[in-house]
């Protein structure tokens, strides 16, 4: 009598032999051939493993990160300060300008040309000024300085003329003193200088192209002396004489 149960046995053991020879050789071939990528990995980059590489790279990828950071960092600084002395350099030269006009009118005053007579313009200083929420006219505020060219012994005496040279033909009437009134020629006598300021209110529509001085000597011996000077609208409107 056959006993099939025997050979089922002997076929299943060979079987399972087969598989776990299979096995370990694949096992064997895998960790293998991972020590050996290691190790050939290794030899090329000279003997540090690739996760230490990886991480060496890491660090230097978070520091040279940090060193950009710090170098825009400071350029923003340096931009900032660059301005900063840009602004203050303007600033003092406007300054020194301010006093240098201020110093050749404090000579010219203590020390006239001995050559020169009769009065001129010295200073012509027209400054616009904030109206609140009245939009239909500007405010500005002037200076005038009259200056004597002689020994200044006796006082010289005469008028001073507050005139303007507009854009297009319109009504000069229209510009007035802060109080609304007409603009009237001013009288002046000084022996060194005399200051005369005050304001002037503009309509809005009107365009002023030059604003013009004009210096009357009582005496009929001096001609009159007339200035003309460009309108600026929006910024200060200057002129110092010499």
Request: no cysteine; aromatic share 10%.
């Amino acid at each position: 009598m056959k006993s099939p149960v025997v050979v089922l046995r002997r076929n299943w053991w060979q079987l399972l032999t087969y598989f776990s020879i299979a096995l370990a050789a694949l096992v064997i071939a895998f960790f293998g051939g991972y020590y050996k990528a290691e190790y050939d990995l290794g030899a090329i980059l000279g003997g540090v493993s690739a996760v230490e590489k990886i991480l060496a790279q890491q660090e230097t990828i978070q520091s040279l990160k940090k060193e950009k950071l710090k170098a825009q960092h400071d350029q923003k600084i340096e931009n900032q300060s660059t301005q900063l002395l840009e602004q203050q350099f303007a600033e003092l030269k406007l300054e020194i300008d301010h006093l240098k006009r201020d110093l050749a009118l404090y000579k010219s005053i203590v020390n006239p040309s001995k050559k020169d007579s009769g009065v001129y313009l010295k200073k012509l200083q027209i400054k616009p000024m904030t109206v609140g929420n009245d939009t239909e006219e500007k405010l500005y505020q002037y200076q005038i300085i009259l200056a004597q060219k002689s020994k200044q012994r006796s006082y010289t005496r005469g008028k001073v003329e507050l005139d303007f040279i507009l854009a297009k033909m319109t009504d000069k009437n229209r510009i007035v003193d802060d109080k609304g009134n007409s603009i009237k020629a001013r009288n002046y006598k000084f022996r060194y200088y005399q200051d005369i300021q005050g304001k002037i209110k503009v309509a809005k529509d009107i365009l002023i192209k030059q604003v013009k001085i004009v210096i009357k000597h009582s005496k009929q011996k001096y001609d009159n002396i007339e200035y003309l000077i460009d309108w600026q609208d929006l910024k200060e409107t200057s002129y110092v004489g010499k």
